[in-house]
Structure formats: C-alpha cells, structure tokens
C-alpha cells in the first residue's frame, strides 16, 4: 500500500489546513495510523498517531491544534492542523505507526506571512 496524501498549501500563521491520506485495504483499521511530517534539513518525525482502539496522540509543539482522524473503513485519513505556525512548513507524510506502508510523495504545507 502507498498512501497518497493531498490538501497541503501556503496558509498565514494562526490559519488552518486539512490534508488527506487516501490508501486501501482498510489499513488504518487494521494497523495504527501516524501522521508524519519533514522539515527542511530535519528528520522525518512523528507528529500525530490513532490507535486501532481509537486512542489519538499527538505530540510536542503540534498538541492542542492537530486533530487526527479516519474514516470508518480505514482507507482515508485526516490531519486538521489549526493556528499553524511558521515551523509548521514540512512535508507531511501518513503512514501506519510504526512505519509498514510505502512512503508516499507527502503534500507540502508552508506557513508564512
């Protein structure tokens, strides 16, 4: 399975984005989904994981303005990333967590003034 994540763009600081992660085989129902994200010069690092049970987390400085989700079949999944923030600007992958799909091309969100 290699995901394909879409709805990245430019957007101002304090703006909001929600990208989407179309894959099959209702692997997000049967593995835990994650979120991803790469900055320029970074590691790619987790940002945001649901559990298979439902359980979301998410970390460091994106608590409290992502919400992560998916739909019932597990096929489609969802970053709504609220008051983003310049050091928000990274190319944002989905993937299972731990990592077990092919890494998709990411979309590319960039927050500036």
């Known amino acids: 399975v290699q995901p394909v994540e879409s709805g990245g763009g430019w957007v101002q600081p304090g703006g909001s984005l929600t990208l989407s992660c179309a894959a099959s085989?209702?692997?997000?129902?049967?593995?835990?989904l994650g979120w991803y994200r790469q900055a320029p010069g970074k590691e790619r690092d987790l940002v945001a994981r649901?559990?298979?049970?439902?359980?979301?987390t998410t970390l460091g400085s994106v608590k409290g303005r992502f919400i992560i989700s998916r739909d019932a079949a597990g096929n489609t999944a969802y970053l709504q990333m609220n008051n983003l923030k310049p050091e928000d600007t990274a190319v944002y992958y989905c993937?299972?967590?731990?990592?077990?799909?092919?890494w998709g091309q990411g979309t590319l969100v960039t927050v500036s003034s």
């Open positions: 993937n299972t967590y731990p990592v077990g799909a092919l």
């Open positions: 085989e209702n692997i997000f129902r049967k593995y835990d």
């Open positions: 649901l559990t298979t049970g439902g359980i979301t």
